[in-house]
Structure formats: structure tokens, C-alpha cells
């Protein structure tokens, strides 16, 4: 027998992008482990990843192309070869093409993060045609641009860092589901003397843990930090040389915080006036006693109608208090704006004749059902989807499905499993998994540039997703030489070449080491450097007023509350948010048995007061509902979701749900107030029992 271990990459959507060791006998994948020299994973992986070869090796793996042979949605289909999957596929392109280009779409998304078998080859090929853009939103873009406006770019405290901290505060996130690598060091300081405080309106698995939680209304967190600048103000709780040398406009942020009064502040967030207060001043206090105090934020906090400027918000406190001045102070968002990545050489953006329209992958059930117009353009005629599963992950899912029910629609759709958005495919082409394909990644949590190596042979006919790209590139007449360029080509092209010289990198030498940390100050900004337009922290954003938006921090209520609309909040009463269940990834691992009946099956969390309202018992299945639809799930009566809000962990493929359907049934394709991103958690909704 003949047994190697392999250097791998995790390429899920998660910020741990994990270091993997893969243990491969005789061509067989048997184990795959966290790299124990890797100083971010060390050793140690998440209960789904650990189980990778599980998914890969799954009985249902998907591992020859597929035609529709049923109606749309029924999932019927029969085996094809790949010259008649390609043929057919650039059959119904090419005319499309000619005619009207942009009525073809991309639908991608994070379902792989690699800079390779993610968006490379795939933008060749849609910008050669000049297809739609697809603006990719759905996660992370809200909380992006408002940390942008302030920051001026992704770059935050290392998470190398955050076991130094003596106040770390863990706002809009759980990452014991989702983050599992920073829980770690939270842990340490934990044990190191920290104090940890949770800000979430669930009592999470994480919220559990920490010494404090304080429990907001969904989409207050912009309130909350405004209140804490009050205080912060108010009681001269500031690093006043930090705020003279590297800021730019206090003096407006003053008057702006002054109107923040513990009293309103804990009005609009559903808390107490002494949470607001101790809060901030616990802030600046361990600040002012020359403490580092650290703040990992995450997207929870920015999937509501003014959830930009929550992080925006959130974004300021560090310089106010001075907390960039040391390593393990700040506040981490994302790491991905660290790295020196060169997308328009990969994605070969010269490619386009001109710029084609843009789709907001949040709108797509709008979106599908359009027809042609001068200010929409042509109706969408083919959708190529690959690295996402729409028909689970995208909101308002009735009007989603309907589109993608179109008979006028060509659907093809790159996957690994016949998933909700398969059975709606007129092709289906098999892709590898990541233990079957190189990649290059970066991260969104830490600073290492990452490896991936092919473990196994693909399984199957299952090709790389470049490598089916590359395939239809040739059979739509494509003559461009970048359309020939292997994966390993594509990888050497993955960052700048200026930027990563000096730190001796060598694609060839990273496939070997497997990681490779970026050269970064350990305190990013401790002497101002702000990648902004005036190099230094933005309380006030000139380009936010250009762009038409507040200039200063400041809250908006979400679109379906009382503040709002108190007439839609007096039908549907309940506030609901669908954070991620701890044994799936978004939709990633839900069809994975042993994962699946750790999760169970989907649930509802309810507080004891709005149960008794409504009859319901603990384990009685319940109906949640709203204007735009409605699932089925089972009541969990608990004090972990607050009075007021109702808790369904996602996102379950609908085929295996209770009912056929999951939570994205009552979300909204609303968008937020910067960053053209979805309103996941700012949905309003009823609930009833459902008689036996």
C-alpha cells in the first residue's frame, strides 16, 4: 500500500480557511486533518470538514452530465456523454450570444472560496460573451462598504492577536458555529484574565459562554454604538492625541453622538439604560488603562436595512479610544482586503467589448420573472449556476422558484449534488470537490496566502470547474490564448507580482509549504496609515455624501419594524433571523446523514411569553408565515431567542425539509442601505400551531 499525505486547503465560506493535511492510500482519501503546524488551525478542524471525505466519497455524488428529462423541479434526468452536455449547452449560447449577450447570467458564489475554481476561467468565459455581471452581495457586501467608508479597506487585528486582549467583545457573530479558530483564542484570553461580551439578539452557543450578553432588537447595533460613542464622549473616555493625529471629523461625530442618550439608545435597542452605560464605559475605561480592548464583528450585524452603517458605526469605536494602538486592539471585520490578489489578470476583465448590466444575485427571483425592457434590458434567457444553490440560499424562494420554472429559461448547473437548484436544470454538469482539483486562497479571517494540491483523482467523469470552462470556451469558438491556460498557470497570476516578491513567494514554493503568511505590521494602524481617501480614520466620509449617503454614523430602524411600517408590524408581530445551524455552511453539508442528524431536523426557537400567546408547546410543529410565504418547522421553546424574535438555524436544502420549504420562504429581496446587499434578518413574520 502506498500512503502520502497531501497539502491542502479548506475552501468553504468561513474565516478560517483552514490548513489541511490529506491522508491518501493507494489513491483513496481515508483522513482528512488540520495541519498542525499551521499557527491559525492548528491541528484542530470543525466537525464538517473533518468529515470531508465523507462528502466527497457520497453515494450521491454527482459523476456523469445530466439532461432534463422530466418537468422543471421534478429532478428527472438521464445520463449523457460531455461532448453531447457541451454541445447542447453552446447550441443554445451561441445565438443567444449573437443576439442579445446580456440575456445570459452568471449565478456564483463562495460555495468554493479559491481564487481558481471560483471566479477565473468562469469571468473569462462570461466576459467573452459579455454576459450579465452578477453582483455578488449576498454575504459580506453591506458590511463591507460601510467598513470601507471608515477604514478604508478589509484590513483589521490579526487573529494571531486576539488571545492578548483584555476586553474582547464578540459583536453580530457565534463563532463556536462559524469562526471556530478565533473562538480559540477568545478562550485564551478568556483564561488569560479578558472579559468576553457577546451582542447578539440570540443567546447563541457562543453568547453562552461569555461573561455577558446583551441581547438587542435585530438591527439596533447602529443605535447601540452610537449610544456607546455618547458615553465615550460624554465621559472623556477618549485617547485624545489618537483622535487629533489620525482621524478626521470628531467635531461633527460629537454632535452627531449627542443626540445618542443612554435613554434613546436603550429605548431603540430593547435593553437597559445600564447596559449602554457600563458597556461603554467598560470600553473606555480598559482602553484608557492602557489595555488592549478588541472587537470581532461579523455579517450577522449587517443583514438588515441599515446594516452598512452598523458596521460603519461599530468601525469607529477603536479610534476613538485608541484601541489600534496596540496589536491585539481594533476590530476585525475581514482580512481579505490584506492580500495582494490581481482578479482583473485572473478574470481577464479586457475582455469585455463594453460593460455589460448587472444583476444583484439578492434579486434573482425578481430578477428571472422581468421581461425585456428599455431600463432592464433583454428578459434573462440562460443561467449558467455554479458554486451556489439559489433555489435554497436566495430570498423571497417562491418568486425564485418560479423564475428558474420558466420553460423559456436554459439552465445549467455546475454541482457535486443534486441539490434544490439541480432538479430545476436542463443540464447538469459534475465538478470536483476540493480533495480533486488545485486552488490558490486567501483568506477573510487570517494573513496567510493558502495551497490547495489535488489529493485524488477526480471521482467519476467530474472535471474542475476551470477545466469545464475551458471546455466550453472551446466549443463556443473562443481562440483567445488565456482560455488554454492551465490551473497551475492561472495560480502563479493569483497576486500581484511587486507585492508578494519581497516576501519570497513562489507559487511552486507555497504548493510545497502549503501557507504562507503575509508581511503585516502587527498593529495595522497604530500610527494612522488608514487606507482611506485622507489616510486616517473616517468619522466623517466625504464620499459617503457624494455617493448620497450620511456623512457621519447614524441608525436607520429596519425596513419591517414598528419604527417603519406599523402596520405590517401589527399583522406580523415577530421579528425572525435564520443564522447558520452549527453542522451545515450555508447550504454546504446539509445532504451529509451523519451531519444532518446531528442538526436534526429544522426548528424554530421561541420565547416562553410568545408561545403562550399562541398555544404553542414545546415540540409542536409550528407554521411561520408572512406575506411572501410560509414554512413549516418545530417549536423550540426557549429563553435563547428574546421576547419579540423567533430563531430558524439555516439554510436546509427544501427537499429535505419538513415541508419542502426553509426560512428563505418569508425573506425579502429588500436591499440595504449601502452595498446592495440582502436584508436576511429584517423580516417580520406570524406564527401558529399546526393541528396534529
Not at 470581532?296 to 446594516?307: A, F, H, I, S
Not at 433583454?378 to 424562494?397: F, G, K, R
Not at 439541480?422 to 493558502?450: F, K, R
Not at 497604530?526 to 480614520?537: D, E, H, I, V
Request: charged content about 20%; hydrophobic content about 40%; aromatic content about 8%.
Amino acid at each position: 500500500m502506498t500512503t502520502t499525505q497531501v497539502r491542502a486547503a479548506c475552501p468553504l465560506d468561513c474565516p478560517d480557511t483552514c490548513a489541511l493535511l490529506v491522508t491518501v492510500e493507494d489513491g483513496v482519501a481515508t483522513a482528512v486533518k488540520g495541519d498542525p503546524d499551521h499557527p491559525t488551525t492548528a491541528g484542530v478542524l470543525c466537525t464538517k470538514v473533518s468529515r470531508y471525505t465523507e462528502r466527497t466519497y457520497h453515494e450521491d455524488r454527482l459523476l456523469y452530465p445530466l439532461k432534463r428529462v422530466g418537468k422543471k423541479g421534478e429532478g428527472k434526468f438521464e445520463r449523457i456523454s460531455w461532448d453531447e452536455a457541451l454541445d447542447t449547452i453552446a447550441a443554445r449560447l451561441k445565438p443567444i450570444a449573437e443576439r442579445a449577450p446580456e440575456a445570459i447570467l452568471p449565478y456564483s458564489y463562495c460555495g468554493t472560496m479559491g481564487l481558481i475554481q471560483g471566479e477565473s476561467m468562469s469571468s473569462r468565459f462570461f466576459n467573452q460573451i459579455g454576459a450579465s455581471l452578477l453582483d455578488r452581495t449576498i454575504c459580506a457586501m453591506a458590511g463591507a462598504t460601510g467598513y470601507k467608508y471608515t477604514i478604508g479597506g478589509s484590513i483589521g487585528t490579526d487573529l494571531e492577536q486576539f488571545q492578548n486582549a483584555k476586553l474582547l467583545i464578540i459583536w453580530g457573530g457565534n463563532p463556536i458555529a462559524s469562526n471556530l479558530h478565533f473562538w480559540t483564542r477568545a478562550q485564551e484570553a478568556k483564561r488569560n484574565g479578558a472579559k468576553l461580551i457577546a451582542i447578539d439578539p440570540y443567546r447563541s452557543l457562543t453568547a453562552e459562554k461569555c461573561h455577558q450578553h446583551i441581547a438587542l432588537l435585530p438591527g439596533t447595533d447602529a443605535a447601540l454604538a452610537l449610544g456607546m460613542m455618547h458615553v465615550l464622549i460624554k465621559e472623556d473616555l477618549l485617547d485624545h492625541d489618537y483622535i487629533a493625529q489620525y482621524t478626521l471629523g470628531f467635531e461633527e461625530l460629537k454632535q452627531r453622538a449627542a443626540e445618542w442618550t443612554p435613554e434613546r439608545t436603550a429605548e431603540t435597542c430593547g435593553i437597559t439604560v445600564e447596559e449602554v452605560v457600563e458597556f461603554a464605559r467598560l470600553y473606555g475605561n480598559t482602553a484608557r488603562a492602557g489595555e488592549p480592548v478588541a472587537i470581532r464583528t461579523n455579517y450577522g450585524v449587517q443583514r438588515v436595512r441599515g446594516g452598512g452603517m452598523a458596521v460603519r458605526n461599530i468601525a469607529c469605536l477603536p479610534a476613538l479610544v485608541g484601541a489600534w494602538r496596540h496589536p491585539a486592539g481594533g476590530v476585525q471585520l475581514s482580512s481579505s482586503g490584506s492580500f495582494p490578489t490581481n482578479k482583473p489578470r485572473l478574470q481577464r476583465t479586457d475582455l469585455l467589448k463594453k460593460i455589460p448590466r448587472t444583476i444583484n444575485m439578492t434579486t434573482i427571483g425578481d430578477d428571472l420573472l422581468r421581461p425585456a425592457s428599455p431600463s432592464f434590458g433583454p428578459a434573462v434567457e440562460a443561467v449558467i449556476v455554479y458554486n451556489s444553490n439559489p433555489l435554497a440560499i436566495a430570498p423571497d424562494s417562491d418568486k425564485v422558484m418560479r423564475g428558474f420554472l420558466r420553460e423559456d429559461l436554459f439552465t445549467v448547473v455546475l454541482e457535486h449534488f443534486q441539490t434544490d437548484t439541480v432538479d430545476y436544470a436542463d443540464i447538469v454538469l459534475p465538478a470536483t470537490t476540493q480533495l480533486e482539483h488545485m486552488d490558490a486562497h486567501t483568506s477573510y479571517g487570517h494573513l496567510y496566502m493558502m495551497a490547495n494540491n489535488a489529493a485524488i483523482a477526480p471521482m467519476g467523469e467530474s472535471k474542475p470547474n476551470t477545466e469545464i470552462f475551458r471546455l466550453l470556451a472551446a466549443k463556443m469558438g473562443f481562440d483567445d490564448p488565456c482560455f488554454k491556460e492551465s490551473d497551475d498557470e492561472l495560480a502563479a497570476q493569483a497576486f500581484n507580482a511587486q507585492d508578494v516578491r519581497a516576501m519570497g513567494f513562489d507559487w511552486d514554493a507555497l504548493k510545497q509549504k502549503g501557507w504562507q503568511k503575509l508581511n503585516m505590521p502587527a498593529a495595522p494602524f497604530a500610527q494612522g496609515g488608514f487606507p482611506t481617501p485622507s489616510g486616517k480614520c473616517e468619522f466623517y466620509s466625504a464620499q459617503m455624501k457624494a455617493d448620497g449617503l450620511d456623512p457621519l454614523p447614524a441608525y436607520l430602524p429596519p425596513y419591517e419594524s414598528v419604527a417603519s411600517n406599523p402596520e405590517l408590524a401589527a399583522r406580523y408581530p415577530l421579528a425572525m433571523i435564520s443564522p447558520p445551524a452549527r453542522n451545515f455552511l450555508n447550504s454546504t453539508f446539509v445532504n451529509v446523514k451523519s451531519l444532518r442528524s446531528a442538526e436534526g431536523e429544522p426548528h424554530l426557537d421561541i420565547h416562553p411569553e410568545d408561545s403562550a400567546t399562541r398555544g404553542i408547546a414545546n415540540g409542536d410543529m409550528v407554521r411561520i408565515f408572512n406575506d411572501r410565504g410560509s414554512f413549516v418547522a418545530k417549536a423550540r421553546v426557549t429563553d435563547k431567542a428574546r421576547a419579540g424574535l423567533v430563531v430558524g438555524l439555516s439554510v436546509w436544502w427544501k427537499k429535505l425539509a419538513t415541508d419542502g420549504k426553509n426560512a428563505n420562504e418569508v425573506t425579502s429581496q429588500q436591499l440595504t442601505d449601502m452595498g446592495r446587499a440582502p436584508t436576511f434578518y429584517d423580516t417580520l413574520v406570524q406564527v401558529e400551531r399546526v393541528a396534529a
